[in-house]
């Protein structure tokens, strides 16, 4: 069963700056679409921006110019670097990853990491 662990989330300023990191335990990423979503409270879970295996990205807009997603197929790890953040993107942000595994679909979530973008 393949694990997604979460980490860099916390607490910053609006205009300040994280990047989330989410490590893989097995070298999925090169072989795998993968995403980050995100959840606010009463909210519902929300992608924010993906990238497949052949490294095409697409973004939310509300986050699009600000946010850049990329991987390290070697450190089997995804970063989220997010830049200007606005009190809006306060949330737990989730990774991802869904697809064919041994033959049956099937869909991994971190643990999630909370962003906390204080005004």
């Known amino acids: 069963q393949v694990q997604l662990v979460e980490s860099g989330g916390g607490l910053v300023q609006a205009g300040g700056s994280l990047r989330l990191s989410c490590a893989a335990s097995e070298n999925i990423f090169s072989t795998h679409a993968m995403g980050w979503y995100r959840q606010a409270p009463g909210e519902q879970r929300d992608l924010v921006a993906a990238?497949?295996?052949?490294?095409?990205?697409e973004y939310a807009d509300s986050v699009k110019g600000r946010f850049t997603i990329s991987r390290d197929n070697a450190k089997n790890t995804v970063y989220l670097q997010m830049n200007s953040l606005k009190p809006e993107d306060t949330a737990v942000y989730y990774c991802n990853v869904a697809g064919i595994f041994s033959g049956w679909f099937r869909s991994y979530w971190g643990q999630g990491t909370q962003v906390t973008v204080s005004s």
């Open positions: 990238i497949t295996s052949g490294g095409i990205i």
